[in-house]
């Protein structure tokens, strides 16, 4: 069982940074694929970032590439959303997720979320 929780949202202008983390309970976080996710209002959730489990290899949605960058630090059990250069379309609630690095497809873990609002 893993747990996650999410924090970093906030409050930011247009053209501002924020950093989200998320932290995840157990002792196998290294083992695990971790990803980012956003839920804007009325939309459904959409995939937003992924890490391997060494964090030797990122995938972005086209949306976001240039502007995000995922990082993880095992020693932490911690992932990271560097969002720079933010728009108000990138406003929605913030998840991250694990699956097992050796099972491709669905997530199996959810953090609650956190709100990221970036005003224009």
């Known amino acids: 069982q893993v747990q996650l929780v999410e924090s970093g949202g906030g409050l930011v202008q247009a053209g501002g940074s924020l950093r989200l983390s998320c932290v995840a309970s157990?002792?196998?976080?290294?083992?695990?694929?971790m990803g980012w996710f956003r839920q804007a209002p009325g939309k459904e959730r959409e995939f937003v970032a992924r890490?391997?489990?060494?964090?030797?290899?990122?995938y972005y949605t086209d949306s976001v590439k240039g502007r995000f960058t995922i990082s993880r630090d095992n020693a932490k059990n911690t992932v990271y959303l560097q969002m720079n250069s933010l728009k108000p379309e990138d406003t929605a609630v913030y998840y991250c997720?694990?699956?097992?690095?050796?099972?491709?497809?669905?997530?199996?873990?959810w953090g609650q979320g956190t709100q990221v609002t970036v005003s224009s």
């Open positions: 157990g002792r196998t976080f290294s083992s695990y694929t």
């Open positions: 890490i391997s489990w060494s964090g030797g290899t990122t």
């Open positions: 997720a694990a699956r097992p690095a050796a099972v491709a497809g669905s997530y199996n873990y």
